[in-house]
């Protein structure tokens, strides 16, 4: 994984598992709504094991956790025929049992604030996990006066963007250029995808505010964070160009700031420390909220702040984290991880997968010294990684960082959430780590 790859959404270091995730064999993960980020990618972003929101725990607790890991499978087989196959009240869900809990009415959940440019336009972003040949792209939004209490349906939508074919960039990402309608305040961005080399589509909700203004800035995403962190831990926001080559790098120390009285390491307060910093040196991006005059602030959020582009440049970002002590940074990266959900499209609920078995070392006996017997010294062998973990396999997430696995007889573990990256010495910035050789 390169730097550009790691552009995009914030994704949480922090995801807590039992182990492993197996997920179900299939051809490929297709896409969702990245800006504004949709429900059930919000939701992935917040951590399955580790959900903040009351919305996200909602939804896990209506249709369980599997489907924010199968955030890109949102589908059906309609043929453009989206009202018949999705019916009202599961529209965000995709007519799907199995993503019902993407349909909950709630007023509570993850909102993008959203403006057009000068020229009425904006730049929608969909990540194309795997990207296909398109018959059209629809996005539709609420109309004034919809009830947000209540589980949305076709009769609450209005159309107001339609395209054809688009490419994609190297990212796997598409630019969705559209007039955005003239609205005020909280409403849902509906997106339907009908693929041309196949009957499937795709959909998607985003929830957004209208801030009645006009921006000059595009979104790159949000600044999660997953948990407190500890005094003296080093935050470094890194810019690149679409080369992948520095513009920018931007640190701050947490801890209690005695001129503000805020404790910067709280989970809360990092984001809102780092985009202070950030804004007061950056050339090229602001962080914070956007608001109807055009300006961006800084808020005390776990997800709320978000990395906006003023330089009208290619860039992408990455935040590393280091530890007090010396400990050598960890790359948090920036972009949205690729899961990989069920192919089937039919709407019967995704069995919760079973862990998988962590590889134990079998314990060496030690043999009772003899009382009478001289000591020998014992030349010291390197290191026990000479066991090896349970082979890679491409049809498993790796959730937990940390997680081991073994591939080509070498011993590998993950430094981020990963699914089908094959384990190299990847350096730096990739996310297996080698650990040596194993038997």
């Known amino acids: 994984m390169n730097k550009k790859q790691l552009s995009g959404l914030l994704a949480s270091s922090f995801l807590v598992s039992s182990g492993a995730l197996l997920m179900p064999q299939m051809v490929s993960a297709h896409g969702s709504m990245e800006v504004p980020v949709s429900r059930g990618l919000s939701c992935f972003n917040e951590g399955p094991e580790t959900l903040k929101s009351a919305a996200c725990q909602a939804a896990a607790a209506t249709s369980g956790k599997q489907m924010l890991y199968d955030w890109p499978g949102v589908s059906q087989l309609p043929n453009g025929n989206h009202q018949a196959f999705v019916p009202d009240g599961q529209l ?49 939004v609420t109309r004034d006066g919809w ?45 339907a995808w009908q693929r041309s080399d196949s009957t499937e589509a795709f959909y998607a909700c985003s929830d957004v505010n209208f ?6 800035f595009k979104e790159l995403g949000q600044i999660r964070s997953a948990q407190d962190l500890s005094a003296n831990t080093k935050v470094t926001f890194r810019l690149f160009d679409q080369d ?61 702040n978000r990395v906006y582009n003023r330089s009208g440049l290619t860039v992408s970002y990455q935040i590393d984290i280091a530890a007090p002590g010396g400990v050598t940074p960890t790359p948090v990266p920036s972009a949205t991880p690729t899961a990989k959900p069920s192919t089937s ?11 998988s078995p962590t590889a134990t070392a079998t314990p060496t006996a030690t043999p009772s010294a003899s009382p009478t017997a ?31 696995v073994s591939y080509n007889g070498r011993l590998y573990s993950n430094k981020w959430w990963t699914a089908g990256e094959v384990p190299t010495a990847s350096g730096q910035w990739g996310v297996w780590k080698d650990l040596g050789i194993c038997k």
Request: charge should be positive; include cysteine; aromatic fraction near 8%.
């Open 374 to 404: 001289t000591p020998t010294p014992v030349t010291p062998t390197t290191s026990p990684a000479a066991t090896c973990a349970p082979a890679w396999n491409t049809a498993t997430t790796y959730a937990a960082p940390n997680s081991k």
């Open 92 to 140: 965000c869900g995709g007519g799907r049992s199995d993503y019902a809990g993407l349909n909950l009415a709630r007023t509570d959940w993850a909102t993008t604030p959203i403006a057009p440019d000068a020229n009425g336009n904006f730049e929608f972003v969909f990540n194309g996990t795997a990207p296909h040949q398109t018959r059209d792209w629809q996005l539709f």
């Open 345 to 355: 499209p039919t709407p019967t609920p995704t069995a919760q997968p079973s862990a």
């Open 147 to 191: 009830n947000p209490n209540a589980a949305l349906k076709w009769a609450d939508l209005e159309k107001f963007c339609t395209l054809g074919n688009l490419p994609v960039d190297s990212n796997k990402r598409y630019k969705l250029q559209c007039k955005l309608p003239a609205k005020k305040g909280p409403h849902i961005i509906y997106l």
């Open 244 to 304: 992948g080559r520095d513009l920018e790098s931007t640190s701050t120390t947490l801890g209690f700031d005695a001129f503000t009285g805020l404790q910067t390491n709280l989970a809360a307060n990092w984001p809102f420390a780092l985009a202070q910093q950030v804004n007061s040196v950056s050339k090229y991006v602001s962080i914070g909220v956007l608001q109807s005059n055009n300006t961006i602030s800084p808020v005390k959020s776990t997800q709320d």
């Open 211 to 216: 801030t009645g203004g006009v921006s000059t």
